[in-house]
């Protein structure tokens, strides 16, 4: 393999120097009161009426609030920022209490006993548990152990309110088996925003959501805890000589129904242009969850014409699935779709995912920041002394590594910029070492970040991770790393070994017939021949363990009426070889043989093992790269490092940070545009992440890859 000098090293600590704060937005709620306006209530927190209409798409267009309405308000920097928020039951324990508490004015050390947990403590100490964890980081990675001293943060201001869903409107319900965030807000028909108003302690970095959580949610009359009926409502606008008469004959929904799910009802009576709520009681025969439908957000601007075009489902269907589209379709809302729907979509998680046309959705007014944290090594290489140096990074992998993944992202920089987008660009050495990333995360650039790349050792990338991990920061991993505990804001963008394995076997069921399925291994691999075997019940397997008579071991087990289609599990370059070679000349005009392999490692790509006879064989096997064409990306590369080739860390490198800046510019939340965006495709890299909640984002994205003719190509 070639590996590219990086002429222009200096750069690298060049862009060392440059750094850019970035803005963080914080945001609140809060409680219409009778009488509030929307100016009173953006002059109160210091905001625009319309920055609290863009997060608030139900009041748009409204003359007058309603009381009790639940707003999110932006806080700008003027605004005080709320730090912790512990939800308390009053002396009565009949309701909830919340305290926001402001920046800690101290802390008190306590020794922690037997029986102690976080929960406890809370309880304890009023905080909440997020608070305990950020002043003891380390309770990140570890559990409490009976004898550790821990910082308890003491606040000086304490604002405690009713909680303004404490009433009869609200419930609690608990989630059942295989439902999601979407089926729910489907059932009760509201928004996502407004299930994460009500349920403040859900993530907004992903939609995991758990059986057996409990949630609140709006309270219809005739509902109750018990039965967890799948009643909706409707919001409706009453038109000109409407009776309460009507409403029931046409919804089924009596008059105290109506009066007690709205107040101004039974205030000022039923009024022409009044809009209410009316509950609908006729459940739907089908539990509503991800073995029965898919769902989708509705997006602003779409109208019945475009959104049954792009569905692929008439609306009568669209309305018989969801009664509540009567009333219009409104921005946020989620809708129910038939399983088998069809149309310029794909589903992820039971979500409806877009094909998103990332370059012509960029945000040009956005400016990431981005910060790739690489172990370039600097204070073991004298950039002074040119050979020397150039030494130093041949030798060394892990500045290798770095200045490949770089010298991709510069390239991937200067797309970006003549697309018309600037990037804060902040590049940091964390020389391979914890200590040096630990110094590196109190730095304004990290601080600040939408988005770090790197490091590439596990131990530094969990550092990483855990710190910013608080301030909702995504750290992309670029080369496979695994870390011994869970990370919810890391993107593994190195598919692992079990996602390349159920490619290979999806991609062999979808194409067998009749073949006859071979499993050769060595003592190593024992357990992938049992995966193998329990995917291909009628296989045949030899274990490797004998040197002699191999040949007629392996002749054993070909057919002359079925092609054979061999799985050859090993690491060992002689052992591959020599089995290689035997297949090879094995076959004949009677014997056809196709060579499988769950996972392609370097042994296949020795000096010893014959190409042609690998090309003879139809090898195929599943690839995290896919073909490094002769392509824009490559010349671009030449042009800007004097004809260079860039090797497979430079594509990895401008394949990464060109996705990462696009998927910024359509959302400025890597987290958020992870929902809407599906499989995305580079230079040789696919990326299609899979939130596995406080897991982390890992890429599923891969490819099939055959040798044909003395080429290898990609074949699915």
Same mark, same amino acid.
């Given at each position: 393999?070639k590996?590219?000098?990086?002429?222009n090293?200096?750069?690298?600590?060049?862009?060392?120097?440059?750094?850019?704060?970035?803005?963080a937005?914080?945001?609140?709620?809060?409680?219409?009161?009778?009488?509030?306006?929307?100016?009173?209530i953006?002059?109160?927190?210091?905001?625009?009426?319309e920055s609290?209409v863009?997060?608030?798409?139900?009041i748009?267009?409204?003359?007058?609030l309603?009381?009790?309405?639940?707003?999110?308000?932006?806080l700008?920097?003027k605004?005080?920022e709320?730090?912790?928020?512990v939800?308390?039951k #009053?002396k009565s324990g009949?309701?909830?209490v919340?305290?926001?508490?402001?920046?800690?004015?101290?802390?008190?050390?306590?020794k922690?006993?037997?029986?102690d947990n976080?929960?406890?403590?809370?309880?304890k100490?009023?905080?909440?548990?997020?608070?305990?964890?950020?002043y003891?980081k380390?309770l990140?990675s570890?559990?409490?152990k009976?004898?550790?001293?821990?910082?308890?943060?003491?606040?000086k201001?304490?604002?405690?309110?009713?909680?303004?869903f404490?009433n009869g409107?609200?419930?609690?319900?608990?989630?059942k088996?295989k439902?999601?965030?979407? =089926?729910?807000?489907?059932?009760y028909g509201?928004?996502?925003?407004?299930?994460?108003?009500?349920?403040?302690?859900?993530s907004?970095?992903?939609t995991?959501?758990?059986?057996?959580?409990?949630?609140r949610?709006?309270?219809?009359?005739?509902? =109750?805890?018990?039965n967890?009926?799948?009643?909706?409502?409707?919001?409706?606008?009453?038109?000109a000589?409407k009776g309460?008469?009507s409403l029931e004959k046409?919804f089924?929904?009596?008059?105290a129904?109506?009066?007690?799910?709205n107040p101004?009802?039974?205030?000022?009576?039923?009024q022409?242009?009044m809009e209410i709520r009316?509950?609908?009681?006729?459940?739907?025969?089908?539990?509503?969850?991800?073995?029965n439908?898919?769902?989708?957000?509705?997006?602003?601007?779409e109208?019945?014409?475009?959104?049954t075009?792009?569905?692929?489902v008439?609306?009568k269907e669209?309305?018989?699935?969801? +009664?509540?589209?009567e009333?219009?379709f409104k921005?946020g809302?989620?809708?129910?779709?038939p399983? #088998?729907?069809?149309?310029d979509f794909?589903?992820?998680?039971?979500l409806?995912?877009?094909?998103v046309?990332?370059?012509?959705?960029m945000?040009?007014?956005?400016?990431?920041?981005l910060?790739?944290?690489?172990?370039?090594?600097?204070?073991?290489?004298?950039v002074?002394q040119?050979e020397?140096?150039?030494?130093?990074?041949?030798?060394r992998?892990?500045?290798?590594?770095?200045?490949?993944?770089?010298?991709?992202?510069?390239v991937?920089l200067?797309?970006?910029?003549?697309?018309?987008?600037?990037?804060?660009?902040?590049?940091l050495d964390?020389?391979k070492?914890?200590t040096k990333t630990?110094?590196?995360l109190?730095?304004?650039e990290?601080?600040?970040?939408d988005?770090?790349?790197?490091p590439?050792?596990?131990s530094?990338l969990?550092?990483?991770?855990?710190?910013?991990?608080?301030?909702q920061? +995504?750290?992309i991993?670029p080369?496979?790393?695994?870390?011994?505990?869970?990370l919810s804001?890391?993107?593994?963008?190195?598919?692992s070994?079990?996602i390349?394995?159920n490619?290979i076997?999806?991609?062999v069921k979808k194409?067998?017939?009749?073949?006859?399925?071979?499993?050769?291994?060595?003592?190593?691999?024992v357990?992938?021949k049992?995966?193998?075997?329990?995917?291909? +019940?009628?296989?045949?397997?030899?274990?490797?363990d004998?040197k002699?008579?191999?040949?007629?071991?392996?002749?054993a087990?070909? =057919?002359?009426?079925?092609?054979?289609?061999v799985?050859l599990e090993?690491?060992?370059?002689?052992?591959i070889?020599?089995?290689?070679?035997v297949?090879?000349?094995?076959?004949t005009?009677?014997?056809?043989?196709?060579?499988?392999?769950?996972?392609?490692?370097?042994s296949f790509?020795?000096?010893?093992?014959?190409?042609?006879?690998?090309?003879n064989?139809?090898?195929?096997?599943? =690839?995290?790269?896919?073909?490094? #064409?002769?392509?824009?990306?490559?010349k671009?590369?030449k042009r800007?490092?004097?004809?260079?080739?860039?090797?497979?860390f430079?594509?990895?490198?401008?394949?990464?940070t060109?996705d990462?800046?696009l998927?910024?510019?359509?959302?400025?939340?890597?987290?958020e545009?992870?929902?809407?965006?599906?499989?995305?495709?580079?230079?040789?890299?696919r %990326?299609?992440?899979?939130?596995?909640?406080?897991?982390? %984002?890992?890429?599923?994205?891969?490819?099939?890859m055959a040798?044909?003719?003395?080429?290898?190509?990609?074949?699915?």
């Amino acid at each position: 393999m070639k590996k590219p000098i990086f002429k222009n090293y200096l750069t690298i600590v060049i862009l060392m120097l440059f750094s850019v704060t970035a803005f963080a937005q914080k945001f609140t709620t809060h409680s219409v009161k009778k009488g509030e306006t929307l100016e009173s209530i953006s002059q109160q927190y210091k905001v625009t009426p319309e920055s609290i209409v863009a997060l608030n798409r139900e009041i748009k267009g409204l003359s007058e609030l309603k009381a009790s309405t639940i707003l999110v308000i932006p806080l700008d920097a003027k605004a005080s920022e709320v730090k912790d928020v512990v939800v308390k039951k #009053n002396k009565s324990g009949s309701k909830n209490v919340i305290i926001v508490q402001e920046e800690p004015i101290g802390f008190e050390t306590y020794k922690v006993k037997k029986k102690d947990n976080l929960y406890r403590l809370s309880e304890k100490f009023n905080v909440s548990q997020d608070a305990i964890k950020r002043y003891n980081k380390e309770l990140y990675s570890v559990q409490l152990k009976k004898g550790m001293e821990i910082e308890i943060p003491k606040y000086k201001k304490v604002i405690a309110e009713e909680n303004p869903f404490d009433n009869g409107d609200f419930e609690m319900y608990t989630v059942k088996p295989k439902e999601t965030r979407w =089926s729910i807000v489907s059932k009760y028909g509201i928004t996502m925003d407004s299930l994460l108003v009500l349920n403040p302690d859900l993530s907004n970095e992903n939609t995991y959501i758990a059986s057996g959580q409990t949630l609140r949610l709006p309270k219809l009359a005739g509902s =109750s805890t018990e039965n967890q009926t799948t009643q909706l409502y409707i919001s409706y606008v009453v038109p000109a000589k409407k009776g309460f008469y009507s409403l029931e004959k046409e919804f089924g929904a009596t008059e105290a129904e109506i009066k007690a799910l709205n107040p101004e009802v039974k205030e000022r009576g039923l009024q022409e242009g009044m809009e209410i709520r009316i509950p609908k009681k006729k459940a739907d025969k089908n539990a509503i969850n991800t073995d029965n439908f898919i769902f989708y957000e509705v997006k602003k601007g779409e109208t019945e014409y475009s959104l049954t075009r792009k569905l692929g489902v008439k609306y009568k269907e669209l309305l018989h699935l969801n +009664p509540d589209l009567e009333s219009g379709f409104k921005a946020g809302m989620v809708l129910k779709l038939p399983k #088998n729907s069809e149309g310029d979509f794909e589903v992820k998680n039971s979500l409806v995912i877009e094909n998103v046309n990332l370059i012509n959705a960029m945000d040009l007014s956005t400016k990431p920041n981005l910060v790739l944290m690489l172990p370039f090594r600097l204070d073991l290489i004298d950039v002074n002394q040119k050979e020397t140096a150039v030494s130093s990074i041949n030798k060394r992998k892990d500045a290798n590594y770095s200045l490949g993944l770089y010298s991709g992202a510069l390239v991937a920089l200067d797309s970006i910029k003549k697309l018309g987008l600037s990037v804060n660009v902040s590049v940091l050495d964390n020389e391979k070492s914890v200590t040096k990333t630990k110094q590196l995360l109190m730095s304004s650039e990290v601080k600040n970040a939408d988005v770090i790349i790197g490091p590439l050792d596990s131990s530094s990338l969990q550092e990483v991770a855990v710190r910013v991990g608080a301030k909702q920061i +995504p750290v992309i991993a670029p080369l496979p790393a695994k870390t011994e505990v869970s990370l919810s804001n890391v993107f593994y963008s190195v598919p692992s070994d079990e996602i390349l394995r159920n490619r290979i076997f999806s991609f062999v069921k979808k194409n067998i017939t009749s073949q006859n399925v071979v499993v050769i291994n060595d003592a190593e691999h024992v357990a992938t021949k049992n995966l193998i075997v329990q995917e291909f +019940p009628g296989a045949k397997s030899l274990l490797l363990d004998e040197k002699f008579a191999m040949k007629n071991k392996i002749l054993a087990l070909l =057919s002359s009426k079925e092609e054979n289609w061999v799985f050859l599990e090993s690491d060992q370059l002689n052992t591959i070889n020599s089995v290689v070679s035997v297949l090879n000349a094995s076959t004949t005009d009677k014997i056809k043989i196709k060579l499988f392999t769950t996972n392609k490692g370097k042994s296949f790509d020795g000096d010893k093992i014959n190409h042609t006879h690998l090309s003879n064989l139809s090898f195929t096997y599943p =690839s995290i790269e896919g073909d490094d #064409n002769y392509d824009s990306f490559e010349k671009a590369y030449k042009r800007k490092f004097s004809g260079k080739t860039p090797d497979k860390f430079a594509r990895r490198g401008f394949d990464l940070t060109f996705d990462v800046l696009l998927k910024l510019a359509y959302k400025q939340n890597l987290f958020e545009a992870s929902k809407f965006i599906g499989e995305t495709t580079y230079s040789a890299n696919r %990326f299609d992440y899979e939130n596995k909640g406080t897991s982390g %984002f890992y890429n599923i994205g891969c490819y099939i890859m055959a040798y044909e003719d003395m080429w290898i190509k990609e074949i699915e």
